[in-house]
């Protein structure tokens, strides 16, 4: 069997980290062999109109999302890089980095996948990394034709009606979000009153 490795890129704005977001990098991980996979916190989402929380609280609640699971690692290349997060510089940052033999995978949610024909270049993209999705519960728009001819690998994920919107709603009521994020998150979220009142 070949030992190349295999690479997980997974890109989100994390604000917060969830538990959906953690089960969609474990169902990865297997479902796609990985070796590696990639969190990418998105420096400027150029997609988001809100207002967006401080990149250097959200890489750390990666890194608390994160943990000690093996083979997973924060990427910090997008919070590093000035102007808009596209995936495509990022990959081909990573690329260049190597190492060469490696296999790329950019896992995605369904809704993502939605929209995936508005990315910068989404074509020249593709051209680079093998798509793998997750389903998740929503109304997605109907997928644009040329996202439709793409191959994709599916991501088995049981639907978890999780979103970052939502936990950022119920910490902003002060309600309970133990169940929905990582503990050391929902504590992170805690001591620096993120998203209180807000
Ligand atoms: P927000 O509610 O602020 O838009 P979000 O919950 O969608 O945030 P992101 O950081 O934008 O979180 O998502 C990162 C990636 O994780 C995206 O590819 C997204 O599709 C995927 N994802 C997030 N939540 C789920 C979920 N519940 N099921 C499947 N995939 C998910």
Not at 4 to 12: N, V
Not at 114 to 143: I, N
Request: with cysteine; proline share 9%.
């Amino acid at each position: 069997m070949s030992t190349a490795p295999r690479i997980g890129l997974f890109g989100g704005t994390f604000d917060p980290p969830h538990l959906a977001h953690v089960a969609l990098a474990r169902a990865a991980m297997s479902a796609l062999a990985l070796s590696r996979l990639l969190w990418i916190p998105a420096g400027q989402p150029w997609q988001k109109t809100r207002v967006i929380t401080a990149a250097e609280h959200r890489e750390a609640m990666v890194n608390l999302a994160i943990g000690n699971e093996p083979g997973w690692a924060l990427e910090r290349c997008e919070l590093q890089r000035s102007g808009p997060s596209y995936m495509l510089d990022t990959v081909q940052t990573l690329q260049q980095r190597g190492p060469a033999e490696a296999t790329w995978f950019l896992v995605i949610g369904e809704d993502q996948l939605a929209g995936l024909h508005t990315w910068h270049r989404f074509e020249d993209l593709l051209q680079r990394v093998t798509l793998a999705v997750a389903g998740r519960p929503g109304h997605w728009p109907a997928l644009d034709p040329r996202v439709q001819a793409l191959a994709a690998q599916a991501v088995p994920l049981p639907p978890m009606p999780h979103s970052a919107t939502q936990v950022r709603a119920m910490a902003s009521r002060g309600e309970d979000i133990s169940g929905l994020v990582p503990a050391p998150v929902a504590r992170y979220i805690a001591q620096h009153r993120l998203y209180a009142g807000g």
